[in-house]
């Protein structure tokens, strides 16, 4: 089992559409969460990240954690045709040199229609 | 803002050449790593560097070496280049402890 599961879509709404976004993992050391935004032909750019359950805002976007199921979320509301890009979730485990190791889901292309 | 710059954007290589990808990050990050990104597949880590001359292998290190002479610039050596090296190859960096990374704008690589 990869340590990060992550369905890669294609997904295509609407615009104006919620997005969920669902990443599962399989470890349970102390660890910390993150989403990314790829547009093409870029590199990853952060969009939350999270060390604890619950849920955590920024605009539009709202990442979600549940560690007793192990489960990772990003909504996006009020999605828009500029939001069309790949998502990335990442698991980082805490301790020595084993910070900013993260590990990747295979990512979600995402396409907003107008 | 954090930047992260890979020296080219697109490379092209014989097989069985040495090939050198370049990284700088402008902000004093302890952390650098590299990356390789293929479809399906996702960023599997190569290796990573937490100080100047520190290396440690990430994932996926057989065919890769690399060297970090200065807090910020990390290089990335395929020692003899072969067409399963084909992939699109990110650098990042972070400070020390839990952080983000953040990544450069990749370096596609074509090995024929």
């Known amino acids: 089992q990869k340590e990060v599961e992550q369905d890669p879509g294609p997904l295509s709404v609407p615009e104006g559409a919620i997005v969920s976004l669902n990443c599962t993992y399989s470890?349970?050391?102390?660890?910390?969460f993150m989403w990314y935004r790829q547009y093409s032909r870029k590199g990853p750019e952060l969009l939350m990240y999270t060390y604890s359950s619950g849920n955590k805002e920024d605009g539009r976007f709202t990442a979600q954690v549940d560690k007793s199921s192990k489960y990772i979320s990003l909504f996006i509301r009020d999605s828009q045709p500029s939001d069309s890009a790949t998502y990335l979730c990442a698991r980082g485990r805490a301790g020595g040199t084993s910070y900013g190791k993260l590990t990747f889901g295979q990512g979600t292309i995402l396409t907003v229609h107008p | 803002d954090v930047k992260v710059t890979q020296s080219s954007r697109y490379l092209v290589k014989r097989t069985g050449e040495k090939v050198f990808l370049e990284c700088v990050q402008d902000m004093d990050h302890e952390n650098m790593f590299w990356y390789r990104q293929d479809p399906g597949l996702g960023l599997r880590l190569i290796y990573f560097s937490y100080d100047v001359k520190m290396k440690e292998k990430g994932d996926i290190p057989e065919g890769y070496s690399v060297s970090r002479e200065k807090k910020e610039r990390f290089s990335l050596i395929l020692e003899s280049a072969s067409t399963n090296q084909t992939s699109m190859y990110l650098c990042a960096s972070c400070i020390a402890g839990p952080s983000p990374l953040h990544f450069g704008n990749g370096t596609r690589l074509t090995v024929t």
């Open positions: 470890n349970s050391a102390f660890q910390y």
